[in-house]
């Protein structure tokens, strides 16, 4: 499954699942086929698995699906996450949570998606960073101002 899903073929991915391949087994140690597919953008492929029992905030590692998605600035995946139901203020053990892996990333459209999904701003990391302090750290002005914004209101 973990060859199919990062080569982003669904369908093999499809007739593994026919073959009762389990979704939610884990591949590369502690990544699930969801998260795999999550943070390479290969949104037929999440949506498949999200339509075969793949359960959405599964984390061994804490490493959410939603949160590899936002680490690669893959919008349509965290769309699609969050609309089945993924938590946008899950917490992984060191307090980052996934709008400070979108700050870092420097994608506005996945800040401003999980900023309409109800990701707290002020959340803190380790260290105390909020996703404003990791914008400003990697100069995404536009963030920036977006979490200005939200952290304002």
């Known amino acids: 499954m973990s060859l199919a899903v990062r080569n982003g073929h669904a369908d093999a991915v499809r007739e593994l699942i026919s073959a009762d391949a389990e979704v ?39 490493y959410t699906a939603l949160m590899r998605a936002c680490v690669g600035g893959k919008f349509d995946s965290a769309k699609i996450l969050l609309d089945a139901g993924a938590d946008p203020n899950a917490v992984r053990q060191d307090g980052q949570r996934p709008l400070h892996f979108a700050a870092k990333a420097g994608s506005v459209e996945c800040v401003n998606l999980l900023l309409a999904r109800g990701a707290n701003p002020r959340a803190l990391a380790y260290k105390k960073d909020t996703a404003l302090k990791y914008a400003e750290r990697y100069n995404h002005q536009a963030i920036v101002k977006v979490l200005q914004d939200a952290v304002d209101e």
């Open 24 to 62: 939610n087994e884990y591949c590369h140690y502690t990544l699930t086929p969801l998260a795999n597919a999550a943070e390479l953008g290969h949104t037929d492929i999440v949506r498949l698995l999200l339509n075969h029992g793949a359960v959405v905030d599964m984390a061994p590692d804490s």
